[in-house]
């Protein structure tokens, strides 16, 4: 995360587009306070993220597109800005999975099974 801290930009590529599964990357990116260019869980909307926090490739066919956002948020603080602040969640509320009762529930029945 401390590497990060130096750039305004991570790219939080996984492993793999498995839908639903979330890796470490993307939160090392918010952590250190770089904007998420993220490749992945193709339902990561689905997941609660806030699509004005970070820059998903999944919605870029074009390379060019995607290229000239980021040298246009490179280029713009106001821009840059927009991304850091907003919250990682749509409106700042965890998805259900990261309550902690929902975590402990799935875990009980793990055990029970």
Do not use: R, W
């Not at 801290?5 to 890796?23: G, R, W």
């Not at 995607?66 to 927009?82: A, G, T």
Request: charged content about 20%; hydrophobic content about 35%.
């Amino acid at each position: 995360i401390g590497f990060f801290e130096k750039h305004k930009f991570n790219i939080s590529i996984h492993f793999t587009d498995t839908p639903h599964i979330l890796q470490e990357k993307i939160f090392h990116a918010y952590f250190s306070g770089a904007i998420p260019i993220f490749y992945g869980n193709k339902h990561i909307l689905d997941e609660g993220f806030n699509p004005k926090s970070f820059i998903n490739l999944h919605e870029y066919e074009n390379l060019d597109n995607f290229l000239n956002l980021i040298k246009q948020i490179d280029n713009d603080v106001d821009l840059y800005c927009s991304y850091i602040e907003e919250p990682i969640y749509v409106n700042n509320t965890l998805p259900e999975y990261m309550n902690f009762d929902y975590t402990l529930n799935f875990l009980e029945k793990m055990i029970e099974s």
